[in-house]
């Protein structure tokens, strides 16, 4: 499974909005600065995700985003199945292997379902990138 740039912008923009949660609304432009990120390319992103109900516009001079839930309760697996759609190993599985790629598959989901947008912020915040887990 290969990540696109739509998922892994898509993570940090969302982990930017929780680790400024609570300070009114951030525009795209300011999130586009802080993470060298294509402010262009994340206007293509923000429409999904406010779609999904995990994000909401705030509109008018001092407007932008804020995380629609909790960091707390949006996880990066929500962010990436929005943005990426299901997560898949194989596209035409072959019927003997077909077990092992739904374990790979679940395993992954799992991981992606237990960190939430808080645990990554908290982890950026402390300068801690490197995450464990075994699959």
Known sequence: MKLSTKGRYGVTLMVDLALYQGEGP????????REDLSEHYLEQLIA??????????????????????????I??????RVLEGPITIVDNPDDELNYLWEEVRNAI???????????VAERKKTGGDNFMYYI
Do not use: F
């Open 75 to 80: 996880t990066v697996g929500d962010v990436i």
């Open 48 to 73: 999904p995700l406010r779609n999904a109900g995990l994000v909401r516009s705030i509109r008018g001079a001092y407007g932008g985003y804020v995380l629609a839930k909790s960091p707390n309760e």
């Open 109 to 119: 989901n799992q991981v992606l379902d237990s960190v939430t947008l808080a645990d």
């Open 26 to 33: 951030i525009s795209l432009k300011t999130i586009a600065e």
